[in-house]
């Protein structure tokens, strides 16, 4: 349930009972029955570029998107923004990157979706306060659902590696 924390009572009460009838991952297969082809970084930063186009085309041009298979869901870090910023004869170049956790790589659409959004808005929003969240409904209106459900799929992924289901 640590992907949960912050949930009300009567919430995580309702993942239990699925968990404990082993339903969980049903009812996620339910909800999104689809898997997304955007296999290869390549891919990716093509995605993200034209979701970046598309609602902030005025924040500063990415340089790299992937998917990275170090970021650790235990960190909570299921996607990672980043600004490099290095010195080139005498002017300051900062170079934005966004890694995405590889297990996202099967997961439903609409999970890499919400990262990939969550994202996009910290380049307007370095940090998670009501402007970030209303930037992330903007571009995802369905933001906090799907943040809620991903974090169901990996409570659901963590169970099944655990042996629990």
Same mark, same amino acid.
């Given at each position: 349930?640590?992907?949960?924390?912050?949930?009300?009572?009567? *919430?995580?009460?309702?993942? /239990?009972?699925?968990? #404990?009838?082993?339903? &969980? %991952?049903? +009812?996620? @297969?339910?909800?999104?029955?689809?898997?997304?082809?955007?296999?290869?970084?390549?891919?990716?930063?093509?995605?993200?570029?034209?979701?970046?186009?598309?609602?902030?085309?005025?924040?500063?041009?990415?340089?790299? *998107?992937?998917?990275?298979? /170090?970021?650790?869901? #235990?960190?909570?870090? &299921? %996607?990672? +923004?980043? @600004?490099?910023?290095?010195?080139?004869?005498?002017?300051?170049?900062?170079?934005?990157?966004?890694?995405?956790?590889?297990?996202?790589?099967?997961?439903?659409?609409?999970?890499?979706?919400?990262?990939?959004?969550?994202?996009?808005?910290?380049?307007?929003?370095?940090?998670?306060?009501?402007?970030?969240?209303?930037?992330?409904?903007?571009?995802?209106?369905?933001?906090?659902?799907?943040?809620?459900?991903?974090?169901?799929?990996?409570?659901?992924?963590?169970?099944?590696?655990?042996?629990?289901?």
């Amino acid at each position: 349930m640590r992907f949960l924390g912050g949930y009300p009572p009567n *919430v995580l009460d309702q993942v /239990r009972a699925l968990m #404990a009838a082993g339903r &969980l %991952g049903d +009812h996620i @297969a339910r909800r999104y029955p689809e898997r997304h082809t955007i296999q290869t970084d390549r891919a990716l930063y093509d995605y993200t570029s034209e979701i970046k186009q598309e609602y902030l085309r005025s924040a500063p041009p990415l340089h790299k *998107v992937g998917y990275d298979a /170090r970021l650790d869901t #235990a960190q909570h870090a &299921l %996607g990672l +923004h980043t @600004a490099i910023s290095r010195v080139q004869g005498g002017k300051l170049k900062a170079k934005k990157e966004i890694r995405v956790a590889s297990l996202f790589k099967e997961a439903p659409p609409e999970f890499l979706r919400m990262i990939v959004v969550h994202e996009l808005a910290h380049l307007k929003e370095s940090d998670h306060n009501k402007a970030f969240y209303r930037l992330c409904e903007y571009m995802e209106p369905q933001y906090h659902q799907l943040e809620f459900d991903t974090r169901l799929f990996l409570a659901w992924r963590e169970m099944e590696k655990s042996g629990g289901a």
